[in-house]
């Protein structure tokens, strides 16, 4: 059975609109899955939701979608924010890619003193962002904020929102145990490959709003402990179970 290709689009999303793609979407639709004029395509935006839509002119010059009909309503995912020390080229747009899948709200690279990667590439990371979320049949693609430095993140940390810190010092638990009351809104924080220093382990357990959580005895790489921690969140608080609130 074939699958109807789904594409991210910045445009108003309407019925009957017919919408002139840019070039890039245009080969990708075209030359890379070789669709011609009447093609089905799903499109989304994260504001109007998704629409079914068929390719209607197909030239050198132009290829253009007519949005026919609405098939679902734009739904954000749980209030759960991402903060994490980014890493180097491939590692970091896998776990841009499965934070994206996991159902991540907003993606925050955070500079710790031990991050590696000193350069970031922020459009090759809501690129990616886009593509995980074209293929997991998200309506709503994260936003990808400007990196910032740990201790500015937590000077101006809003109110309510509980931010779930992977320790590695911690004894090893249960922990959903940890996180029984935690509702959403909600971040996750998972440190760099060397792990955060002694003040950066100070200043997080002296704040109110943060939780310390063990991932068990072993110790994960970053993206693994990234994936494991969001699916904890997301079991406790998030669209997995009964505790997510709108």
């Given amino acids: 059975m074939k699958t109807t290709p789904r594409l991210n689009l910045e445009e108003t999303l309407s019925a009957t609109r ?12 075209t030359g890379v899955l070789r669709l011609s004029a009447g093609d089905a395509v799903r499109v989304f935006n ?5 629409w079914l839509a068929y390719l209607a002119t197909v030239t050198k010059k132009n290829v253009s979608l007519h949005c026919e009909r609405l098939v679902a ?10 903060i994490f020390a980014p890493l180097k ?24 003193s031990r991050t590696v990667a000193e350069r970031i590439n922020l459009e090759r990371m809501r690129a990616n962002v886009v593509e995980a979320a074209e293929q997991c049949n998200l309506v709503h693609v994260p936003e ?16 309510g929102r509980s931010l ?3 320790d590695e010092t911690k004894a090893a ?25 002694d003040e950066e ?17 072993r110790i994960m790489r970053a993206d693994t402990a990234a994936i494991a921690a969001l699916t904890i969140v997301q079991a406790m608080a998030g669209d997995w179970g009964n505790h997510h609130k709108s």
């Avoid at 990808?144 to 809003?158: D, G, N, R, S």
């Fill in 18 to 29: 017919e919408i002139v793609l840019s070039r890039e979407q245009a080969h990708y639709l």
């Fill in 46 to 50: 994260g504001r109007d939701g998704e």
């Fill in 73 to 82: 309503e734009a739904k954000l995912p749980p209030d759960i924010d991402y």
């Fill in 89 to 112: 080229h491939a590692r970091l747009d896998y776990m841009v890619q499965k934070a994206t899948e996991l159902g991540a709200r907003r993606l925050r690279p955070v500079m710790t």
């Fill in 144 to 159: 990808v904020l400007e990196p910032e430095k740990l201790k500015k993140i937590l000077a101006a940390w809003e109110k």
């Fill in 164 to 166: 779930v810190y992977c």
């Fill in 173 to 197: 638990a249960n922990p959903f145990e940890s996180l029984k009351t935690l509702q959403a809104p909600s971040a996750v924080l998972v440190g760099p490959e060397g792990g955060f220093t």
């Fill in 201 to 217: 382990k100070a200043l997080l357990k002296s704040r109110e709003f943060v939780i310390p959580i063990s991932l068990g005895p």
